[in-house]
């Protein structure tokens, strides 16, 4: 489409906008956009937000493309349509609604709950903020055919979004995610939006299901008398301005925890995020005030969650007693070494049980699962996909937990999305288990890598913002899909797992597998030496994410530093080696 052609379009959408029963603020924000300001008019209306791995998200303002009450609405009327479809034999069909400290998150959250009392739909509203698992545990304790959470997880203030859940507490998978994506569509005006200003409804909830929730996660605790022995670990958690203030201290003293600083300077929750500059617990910027206090207490272990409590990231002492922040697949390795090795000393292990990763995930995850003779499910990157599995083998096995690397991880079965709730208290339980062998963390880690062998892995996120961006992107898997590399870093490429065409590509025998998981944008390259690299757009930002894992044997504790130098080298050359431009 020519750019002229795109222009009109957009004015044309623009327009419909402005003429429809929209709120003045909205219909000057539109003027001016039409009047003023042609790129952020096309970037507004050039298209229809769509659900990605997560649901709908977007920069806020007024448009299409953009997070508001009308997008927010529709998406909503499109949703309850569908529900009454899907349900028509249940009396009254339920929702659950949460939301989190971001800008307007309550005020969506509140119109979408408006829009399901209008359509006869049942809403249990949480009184206030709360992380993104509880809603999910909501959904199991009310028995609701679906919920919803507003939020961004950890993306920059300008951002918020709308995860949509289903009946079993996970986020909507195929094929409900596109037939709702369906039914939204045929909402081509705002006046197709039942709104209901008298709440009819509508049940407001908080304190009671925070209670239950606690007492659930309470008992996946495996080590009492350990915490009790080490009841003053020295805790620093930040909540970065976000939900987890609500639950997440509360969670660490039901464990038995008893010396937990918070850091004050982000205990209030703020959408603006005023001490960072992104809410994203991956950033060590994120984290650089919790660093600050827990230097100044000496702490054992510092936590921080995300603005909808759904990802933990931590830091803990190396060798040199200075803190460090440790990835997620480090921490993902160090909780499922934890929670399985305790299910065999607590003779929990009956030869039925499993834990799930997702295929960017580290691999020695899997190596500590075989070790014990668990089984290990990898699945496509989303904790849908962890939740679905559960869903899938309730009743035949049982689930010790699982993670992905971009920090999120869930123990038991009662919670059906990433718990960073459920994460820190486990975690300060992990830590715990270390410090009554008279270990650090870290030194639990190295332990780990000696015995399974040291695997490291690196995440690159090139960023394309826009149409433009978009295109480019698409471009870059395209050339990837249909020219792979032959070699990378000068060791044979073996094979090649296309998850969009679901085929293993054998390059050495020329055979061709069936991939048995759902089609995804995502490529994977597995090397003669080991190495493991992965590609995908991301489904919830405009970038392209390379993935990269190496490993290699690890003797000794003394050999960590000249070892993880190695494969910092290694992985670095494989970036060369693929040319990729930031």
Same mark, same amino acid.
């Given at each position: 489409?020519?750019?002229?052609?795109?222009?009109?379009?957009?004015?044309?959408?623009?327009?419909?906008?402005?003429?429809?029963? +929209?709120?003045?603020?909205?219909?000057?924000?539109?003027?001016?956009?039409?009047?003023?300001?042609?790129?952020?008019?096309?970037?507004?209306?050039?298209?229809?937000?769509?659900?990605?791995?997560?649901?709908?998200?977007? +920069?806020?303002?007024?448009?299409?493309?953009?997070?508001?009450?009308?997008?927010?609405?529709?998406?909503?009327?499109?949703? %309850? @349509?569908?529900?009454?479809?899907?349900?028509?034999?249940?009396? &009254?069909?339920?929702?659950?609604?949460?939301?989190?400290?971001?800008?307007?998150?309550?005020?969506?959250?509140?119109?979408?709950?408006?829009?399901?009392?209008?359509?006869?739909?049942?809403?249990?509203?949480?009184?206030?903020?709360?992380?993104?698992? $509880?809603?999910?545990?909501?959904?199991?304790?009310?028995? #609701?055919?679906?919920?919803?959470?507003? =939020?961004?997880?950890?993306?920059?203030?300008?951002?918020?979004?709308?995860?949509?859940?289903?009946?079993?507490?996970?986020?909507?998978?195929?094929?409900?995610?596109?037939?709702?994506?369906?039914?939204?569509?045929?909402?081509?005006?705002?006046?197709?939006?039942?709104?209901?200003?008298?709440?009819?409804?509508?049940?407001?909830?908080?304190?009671? +299901?925070?209670?239950?929730?606690?007492?659930?996660?309470?008992?996946?605790?495996?080590?009492?008398? *350990?915490?009790?022995?080490?009841?003053?670990?020295?805790?620093?958690?930040?909540?970065?301005? !976000?939900?987890?203030?609500?639950?997440?201290?509360?969670?660490?003293?039901?464990?038995?925890?008893?010396?937990? =600083?918070?850091?004050?300077?982000?205990?209030?929750?703020?959408?603006?995020?005023?001490?960072?500059? %992104?809410?994203?617990?991956?950033?060590?910027?994120?984290?650089?005030?919790?660093?600050?206090?827990?230097?100044?207490?000496?702490?054992?272990?510092?936590?921080?969650?995300?603005?909808?409590?759904?990802?933990?990231?931590?830091?803990?002492?190396?060798?040199?007693? $200075?803190?460090?922040?440790?990835?997620?697949?480090?921490?993902?390795?160090?909780?499922?070494?934890?929670?399985?090795?305790?299910?065999?000393?607590?003779?929990?292990? /009956?030869?039925?049980?499993?834990?799930?990763?997702?295929?960017?995930?580290? $691999?020695?995850?899997?190596?500590?699962?075989?070790?014990?003779? *668990?089984?290990?499910?990898?699945?496509?990157?989303?904790?849908?996909?962890?939740?679905?599995?559960?869903?899938?083998?309730?009743?035949?096995?049982?689930?010790?937990?699982?993670?992905?690397?971009?920090?999120?991880?869930?123990?038991?079965?009662?919670?059906?999305?990433?718990?960073?709730?459920?994460? #820190?208290?486990?975690?300060?339980?992990?830590?715990?288990?270390?410090?009554?062998?008279?270990?650090?963390?870290? &030194?639990?880690?190295?332990?780990?890598?000696?015995?399974?062998?040291?695997?490291?892995?690196?995440?690159?996120?090139?960023?394309? /913002?826009?149409?433009?961006?978009?295109?480019?992107?698409?471009?870059?898997?395209?050339?990837?899909?249909? @020219?792979?590399?032959?070699?990378?870093?000068?060791?044979?490429?073996?094979?090649?797992?296309?998850?969009?065409?679901?085929? =293993?590509?054998? &390059?050495?025998?020329?055979?061709?597998?069936?991939?048995?998981?759902?089609?995804?944008?995502?490529?994977?390259?597995?090397?003669?030496? !080991?190495?493991?690299?992965?590609?995908?757009?991301?489904?919830?930002?405009?970038?392209? /994410?390379?993935?990269?894992?190496?490993?290699?044997?690890?003797?000794?504790?003394?050999?960590?530093?000249?070892?993880?130098?190695?494969?910092?080298?290694?992985?670095?050359?494989?970036?060369?080696?693929?040319?990729?431009?930031?």
């Amino acid at each position: 489409m020519a750019d002229n052609e795109l222009l009109k379009k957009v004015q044309s959408k623009a327009n419909i906008w402005l003429n429809s029963d +929209i709120d003045e603020k909205s219909k000057k924000e539109i003027e001016n956009l039409l009047n003023n300001n042609e790129p952020e008019l096309i970037e507004s209306f050039y298209k229809d937000l769509e659900f990605g791995t997560g649901g709908l998200r977007g +920069i806020m303002g007024p448009g299409t493309n953009r997070m508001n009450i009308y997008t927010v609405g529709m998406a909503t009327q499109g949703l %309850s @349509n569908y529900l009454k479809k899907q349900f028509d034999d249940i009396k &009254q069909i339920k929702v659950a609604i949460a939301y989190d400290s971001r800008n307007n998150s309550k005020l969506f959250a509140e119109k979408t709950a408006s829009v399901f009392s209008a359509n006869g739909i049942k809403v249990y509203l949480f009184e206030n903020l709360r992380p993104t698992p $509880e809603l999910s545990f909501a959904i199991r304790n009310f028995g #609701c055919q679906s919920g919803i959470v507003v =939020t961004a997880s950890h993306n920059p203030k300008e951002y918020n979004g709308y995860k949509v859940y289903w009946d079993d507490g996970g986020q909507i998978i195929n094929p409900h995610d596109k037939n709702i994506i369906e039914e939204v569509k045929k909402i081509t005006n705002i006046a197709d939006i039942q709104f209901d200003d008298t709440l009819k409804n509508i049940e407001i909830i908080g304190e009671k +299901i925070d209670k239950i929730y606690l007492k659930e996660l309470s008992k996946l605790s495996l080590n009492p008398k *350990v915490i009790k022995n080490q009841k003053d670990l020295k805790i620093v958690y930040t909540p970065i301005h !976000g939900t987890g203030v609500e639950l997440v201290p509360k969670a660490l003293k039901a464990y038995g925890f008893e010396n937990i =600083t918070i850091v004050e300077e982000q205990k209030i929750p703020d959408g603006n995020f005023p001490t960072v500059k %992104s809410p994203n617990p991956e950033e060590p910027a994120a984290l650089e005030l919790a660093l600050k206090k827990a230097k100044e207490i000496d702490a054992d272990i510092v936590m921080a969650t995300d603005p909808d409590g759904d990802r933990v990231g931590i830091a803990v002492k190396n060798i040199s007693n $200075e803190f460090i922040l440790l990835n997620g697949n480090q921490a993902a390795a160090l909780l499922i070494n934890y929670l399985i090795s305790q299910w065999k000393a607590t003779g929990k292990l /009956k030869g039925k049980e499993y834990i799930v990763k997702t295929i960017v995930t580290s $691999e020695l995850l899997k190596d500590i699962a075989d070790k014990y003779n *668990v089984e290990c499910y990898d699945v496509l990157t989303g904790f849908k996909y962890i939740a679905d599995i559960i869903k899938q083998k309730e009743g035949e096995k049982k689930f010790i937990g699982g993670g992905e690397e971009s920090y999120g991880y869930l123990a038991g079965e009662f919670v059906r999305d990433k718990d960073a709730v459920m994460s #820190c208290a486990l975690l300060a339980e992990t830590a715990a288990m270390a410090k009554e062998k008279g270990k650090t963390l870290y &030194q639990e880690l190295i332990d780990i890598y000696i015995e399974f062998g040291f695997y490291k892995e690196k995440l690159i996120s090139v960023v394309r /913002k826009g149409k433009k961006g978009a295109e480019e992107i698409q471009e870059m898997m395209d050339n990837f899909r249909n @020219n792979p590399p032959q070699t990378i870093n000068n060791s044979n490429v073996m094979l090649i797992h296309d998850f969009l065409k679901q085929k =293993t590509f054998d &390059q050495i025998s020329h055979l061709r597998y069936e991939i048995n998981l759902p089609k995804s944008n995502v490529l994977q390259f597995i090397l003669k030496d !080991g190495s493991k690299i992965s590609v995908r757009p991301s489904g919830t930002e405009p970038k392209i /994410k390379f993935y990269f894992g190496v490993h290699e044997n690890l003797e000794t504790r003394e050999n960590f530093d000249k070892m993880n130098n190695l494969l910092d080298e290694k992985i670095d050359y494989i970036v060369k080696s693929l040319g990729i431009n930031l």
